[in-house]
Nanobody, 124 residues
Framework: VQLQASGGGLVQAGGSLRLSCAAS???????????MGWFRQAPEKEREFVAA????????YYADSVKGRFTISRDYAKNAMYLQMDSLKPEDTAVYYC???????????????WGQGTQVTVSS
């Protein structure tokens, strides 16, 4: 699985961004067989869980810090995943990574496949 994250940028506090994660699967296994998630890493901090979505898309999980502000979704036809980020805060500033795994949703950064990351900067 190859993942490509995009959509980051500079936004003022209170603004919105939508991150995208385009996926390609060379093994023939449908992307719908993978759970997917978003993590972020700020300078000098560990990579932290942001949100995840189940194989079917029916179950989502969020970190407490983003609950109510971020929305994760996936589009099976486009082999893509999205993170709609609203009411952004300066503390949301980080490099955001998308990830996929063929097993189960976890909130630790142990997913098998990772994208390259996209920078999100929120100014105060």
């Amino acid at each position: 699985v190859q993942l490509q994250a995009s959509g980051g940028g500079l936004v003022q506090a209170g603004g919105s961004l939508r991150l995208s994660c385009a996926a390609s699967v060379a093994s023939g296994r449908p992307l719908s067989n993978y759970v997917m998630g978003w993590f972020r890493q700020a300078p000098e901090k560990e990579r932290e869980f942001v949100a995840a979505i189940s194989w079917s898309g029916s179950t989502t999980y969020y970190a407490d810090s983003v609950k109510g502000r971020f929305t994760i979704s996936r589009d099976y036809a486009k082999n893509a995943m999205y993170l709609q980020m609203d009411s952004l805060k300066p503390e949301d500033t980080a490099v955001y990574y998308c990830a996929a795994d063929p097993t189960e949703i976890r909130t630790s950064p142990v997913y098998r496949y990772w994208g390259q990351g996209t920078q999100v900067t929120v100014s105060s």
